[in-house]
């Protein structure tokens, strides 16, 4: 499971095998089950987590009980709630396994430890901060370019399989949605 973590960081930084193998050391696996919290609101966010395996989402839960979430992190992708961790504040937030997850992660204490023995790490979590940044502008583009019939309709056209992976009522949470409501627009779609 590794490799797909030393793959990830080819992409964007040059290592050695050598120094990968020293890089690992600051980072801990675990597996998650399905629907298993891995950080809950009210809780020091100590961690910053790499999906090798499953899926993760983000969410807090709103003025009206509900639950609204806001990021997905597939195989490859990143998820913390940035401010918390940067800061060892306590968050807002639930991350949550959407599927039984491979989980790779770190403290912020170990990133930086990491970023000083080896800065050539600098640059790959540069990357990976710059891509989720400009991710984030994106949505905030198409929640206000879009209706959100045509927000959905972006999605399931840009990105089918991830539309097919996660549950609807997860994707509704995410677009702001009602579950119903989704149902009417993948109507129409289908039509």
Known sequence: ???????????FAQISDDQFGQIIKFFDTRQAAKKENLLEEGEI???????????????????????????????TWWLTDNYAYENQLAT???????????????????????LEEFPVMERYFRFVYQ?????????????????????YFQAAR???????????YLIASYLGFTPEYLSEIRKKLLS
Do not use: W
């Not at 966010?45 to 992190?73: D, M, P, S, W, Y």
């Not at 989980?103 to 430890?113: C, F, M």
């Not at 840009?158 to 609807?168: A, G, K, L, T, Y």
């Open 1 to 11: 499971m590794s490799d797909i973590f030393k793959t990830h960081i080819a992409k």
């Open 131 to 151: 891509r989720a940044y400009a991710a984030a502008q994106k949505r905030i583009q198409f929640l206000f370019s879009f209706s959100k019939e045509e927000f």
């Open 45 to 75: 966010c100590r961690h910053h987590f790499f999906v090798l395996q499953g899926l993760l989402r983000k969410f807090f839960i709103n003025e009206k009980g509900t639950e609204q979430t806001t990021e997905f992190a597939i195989e």
């Open 92 to 114: 807002e937030f639930y991350i949550q396994a959407v599927e039984k997850s491979t989980i790779l992660y770190i403290t912020s204490e170990n990133q930086r430890k990491l």
């Open 158 to 168: 840009n990105h089918p399989e991830f539309i097919q992976r996660v549950p609807q």
